[in-house]
């Protein structure tokens, strides 16, 4: 007879789920059990690298990604990474192994209790069967709800005795089943589009992470060249879609309102495509937006355009509806926007590096083509100063600020992206909440280039103590970490350098390896 188990596997081959990412716990143990042989099972040794190894997996290479954590601890253990997934529109999903069905009420040890209820609002769905016969239906609809647009992670638990079970013959129409989401702009939307973008004096484009997501970074091109207008990325963006070195690139808006509303001054129709309106961070009250402007926005998220508090909002596809824009909309006689000025070529008063310098000098020895995933968070300016991204999927960052993402997504991204260079840019401060991961790169020959930017303080705190007045509060220094210990702790080469040239000497090293490699940089958080 046909066991829950078997069929379930079979349904996780059919959707192309045959990556694991996991740290298992017994109630795991009889789904992983005789792990079929076309399945590959990558171990993290903490559950919020896990997540976030399987997240930036999931980000690179688009797919549904399958995670399998240990009950209720393993699961909390996640939540942290999936204030991340859940606003990047991860298709992530999660499952955790659940006590024998029977004893769940009495709490026995290892009770995931109200399981379902457990990950939410970090989920779009969330469910426990009801029956182990239902297993492989709720497993095909939680694959479903991820991929359906807007995209995102969804968690499953199961009762480890329901792998065992006859599955019920018609569960392997479940094999032949296929979603499809359409929904497009309609004739008349796109018209009322394309004349607003025509008849405005000053338009401006801000684009948003689904543009890149969606891979529609060559349409957004097209359609800022035809109109020629300059082109911001919307606040705290957790991926890159525009080149950055396009002549209608201006920079990444600030996220406090009264400075994103400054930053747009002049403009009369403000057109944003693949973001949330906005992801403001810093509370800085003002006019949302410069007098007489009109905001639209172009999301894939209904519930981004349901809580947006300004503008006229269309739910659509991204892909589709910036190539229909750039396609149809008229070339503008506007003058075309004049080359961005040369890259200022820092130095530092050493020892130590500069932000600025040290990624001036990552720009220059990296290949063009690189994938860099960031969460050096007091360093942001600096990055997108020095930084020449001019590829679909070149940049990612923890989409809810919540660290422990960055280096065990690098770990991911490069697991899923072999064919490019994947080089994390992690704080001091930042790398300690996912350190773990660096056990897994090693274990399996994941050859990420990991640059510890080392300035002994939880720098964006001491930016935001500034900016709140809260003075020289406990908490705010991390001094004397040896990562390049740590590092060779978890089996992966490190080195510590103060200078220009022995960083570029270790990170051209770095590059040519084929192992991972961890290079710790003495920075400075202020200017000596
Ligand atoms: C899981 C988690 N814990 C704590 C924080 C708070 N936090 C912390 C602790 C920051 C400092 C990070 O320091 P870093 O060394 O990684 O980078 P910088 O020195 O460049 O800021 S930024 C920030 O929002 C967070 N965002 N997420
Ligand atoms: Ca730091």
Known sequence: MTTVRDVTYDLLRARGLTTIFGNPGSNELPFLSGLPTDFRY???????????????????????????????????NAMGALTNSVYSHSPLVVTAGQQVRSTIGQEVMLSNVDAGSLMKPLVKWSSE????????????QAITMAALPAKGPVYVSIPYDDWAADAPTETARLLERDVHSAAALSGEQISSLVGLLESAANPVLVLGPAVDADHANDDAVRLAEKLRVPVWIAPSPCRC?????????????????RDLSSALSGHDLILVVGAPV?????????????????????????????RAPIGEAFVAPIGNTLAVLAS???PSDRLPLPQLADFKEPESAGPGLDPEHLFA??????????IYVNESTSTADAFWSQMALAHQGSYYFPASGGLGFGLPAAVGAQLGCPQRQVIGLIGDGSANYGITALWTAARYRIPVVIIILKNGTYGALRGFSKILNTGDTPGLDVPGID???????????????????????????????????????HTHFEKP
């Open 278 to 306: 906005f992801r403001y961070h810093q509370h800085l009250p003002g006019r949302y937006l410069p007098e007489g402007a009109r905001l639209i926005q172009v999301t894939d998220d209904p519930g981004e355009a349901a």
């Open 483 to 521: 990562f390049v210990n740590i590092a060779q702790g978890y089996g992966v080469r490190g080195t510590a350098v103060a200078s220009a040239a022995d960083f570029v000497t270790a990170f051209k090293s770095a590059l040519a390896a084929e192992v991972p490699t961890l290079i710790e940089v």
């Open 42 to 76: 990558i171990l993290g040794l903490h559950e919020g690298a896990v997540l976030s190894m399987a997240d930036g997996y999931s980000l690179v290479t688009g797919d549904t990604t399958l995670i399998n954590l240990h009950a209720a601890s393993g699961s909390g």
């Open 129 to 140: 069967p009801t029956c182990a016969e239902d297993v492989p239906r709720t497993m095909s």
């Open 328 to 330: 149809i909309v008229e």
């Open 241 to 257: 879609p525009f080149p950055t070195r396009h002549p209608s690139f201006r920079g990444v808006l600030p996220a406090g309102v």
């Open 361 to 370: 000098l990552v720009r220059a020895a990296a290949p063009d083509d690189a």
